[in-house]
């Protein structure tokens, strides 16, 4: 099983933006009483950030402001203190990244947005302007990261429609994606067509000629409203859409076929020279002792349990089909001095003894690449575990381990169990985990308990919104919610 989780598309800056390691996007949106605000997303790596110590945990931090003017008149300012959370992990501390959303209620006009990092040359400019509310309209698109359905009073500034919703501040399509995820709001089409009306919403890629591609094109029928959100996902491929000029396009149309309103949204696919940020770098000596590019490739493979999501696009897109040996070698040295820019070749060689240590143990049933397996993967990202406990024979279940953390990439008491479907000890996959992000299957008691049970994890529910009893005596469960 692949452990990789991939976001949809990768991060890359296409504002005014100084640097790599942050960014920042501007969405416009509407109230149903035709208030008329913005979102400033800010999203800031560790590594541009303060980072602090104090009883081996580890906090990145910093302050910026956001300005709004109209012509030479200050509309609004803030002063922010972003502050990560507490991890004993250093690596993780520095390599994280941060992402913060102000919002600002603002009356129709033309606006002029700064933010600036403070004590950094990080400085972003860019206009926008707010359209007059009461006509047909449809919101800034926003490509999503990532998301979670939402619980009842949790809600925070990233919740719309029932989810919590991170944006990806790009318009890049990854290399290696199938598809892209977006959110977007229709206002005011109950005024073209009665409220509770149904009305037609196409949405799709267009190709290198500019038309919508019919294999990328999709339609909904809504019912009109003030406000109509729309969370929707689209195929990609490697032609759709183009490298340069493509968009998401978005049309309305009523029962009749008339079109209301209609939007299009710049999208593109990576090209490898959108990534080459590396030409002129002073490169560190372990980076530039790789002379092989396929041992180096094999080398930054290596590295994705680590790495951000981000990264993992960049090796398995851009960096697996690029034959510049320099590129590679940069991608290298700029990953560990993003997380330790004090000293990046230490912790290059903690890691590099780490991946060793998954090899030897993991390696068995992936040609030797410890990173490649699930078991390999954890090691990697979280460390070493506290406690394992085994039971690989003599029992009603498929051998299984469970591995569980005291304190791990800011969280505490976080457990993992692995199982074997095949009866292979070599080749333990991972069934089960109460770490965010990772894999939470709602069944896998079910699954563990009967050797004749051919459910697929994939096929289970992958959620958390109903957990087990935790007292159902059964051995594994016992096990893993008391080790």
């Known amino acids: 099983m692949n452990r990789i989780l991939l976001f949809i598309l990768h991060f890359a800056l296409y504002n005014q933006v100084t640097a790599q390691n942050w960014g920042v996007e501007i969405f416009r949106y509407q109230l149903a009483n035709q208030t008329s605000f913005v979102d400033v997303a800010i999203e800031l790596n560790a590594s541009e950030m303060t980072m602090a110590v104090e009883d081996s945990l580890w906090t990145a931090s910093s302050e910026f402001t956001v300005i709004i003017e109209q012509g030479n ?283 060793t240590v998954a090899d030897s143990i993991f390696g068995g049933c992936r040609s030797g690449h410890g990173a490649d397996t699930d078991q390999g993967y954890v090691y990697l990202k979280y460390g070493r575990p506290n406690s394992i406990i085994k039971r690989h024979h003599n029992t009603d279940y498929y051998p299984y381990e469970i591995w569980h953390y005291h304190n791990t990439s800011g969280f505490s008491n976080r457990r993992f169990l692995f199982y074997a479907p095949h009866v292979v000890l070599e080749c333990l996959e991972i069934l089960h985990s109460d770490m965010p992000g990772e894999i939470s299957n709602n069944d896998w008691i079910e699954i563990l308990k009967s050797r004749e049970n051919r459910l697929r994890v994939s096929d289970t529910q992958l959620n958390r919104l109903n957990p087990r009893n935790t007292f159902s005596r059964e051995e594994p469960e016992d096990l893993f919610y008391n080790p």
């Open 73 to 355: 008149q200050i509309k609004a300012f803030r002063k922010i203190q972003l502050s990560g959370p507490l991890t004993a992990d250093s690596t993780e501390a520095w390599s994280a990244d941060h992402m913060h959303l102000e919002r600002f209620i603002l009356s129709p006009g033309n606006y002029q947005v700064t933010v600036n990092v403070e004590g950094t040359d990080l400085l972003f400019k860019d206009n926008f302007q707010i359209s007059i509310c009461g006509k047909p309209d449809v919101s800034d698109l926003m490509l999503v990261e990532a998301y979670a359905k939402l619980s009842h009073g949790e809600e925070s500034p990233f919740s719309r429609s029932g989810f919590d919703i991170i944006p990806l501040l790009d318009n890049k399509i990854a290399p290696n994606a199938d598809q892209a995820r977006f959110y977007v709001e229709l206002y005011n089409i109950d005024q073209v067509v009665g409220l509770d009306s149904l009305f037609l919403m196409s949405f799709g890629f267009t190709n290198s000629n500019g038309n919508l591609s019919p294999n990328h094109t999709r339609y909904l029928r809504l019912s009109a409203a003030p406000v109509v959100p729309v969370f929707e996902v689209l195929p990609v491929d490697g032609a759709v859409p183009p490298e340069d000029g493509g968009f998401l396009k978005i049309e309305i149309r009523s029962r009749e076929g008339i079109e209301i309103t209609t939007m299009n949204y710049p999208m593109s696919r990576w090209s490898p020279a959108d990534d080459n940020n590396y030409a002129g770098v002073a490169l560190s000596q372990f980076a530039t002792q790789w002379t092989d590019r396929n041992r180096l490739y094999r080398h930054l493979e290596n590295h994705l349990p680590l790495a951000s999501p981000s990264e993992q696009n960049t090796i398995l897109g851009i960096l697996k089909v690029t034959r510049d040996l320099n590129m590679l070698q940069g991608f290298l040295d700029q990953f560990w001095v993003r997380r330790n820019p004090e000293n990046p070749t230490k912790s290059w060689q903690n890691y590099t003894n780490e991946v």
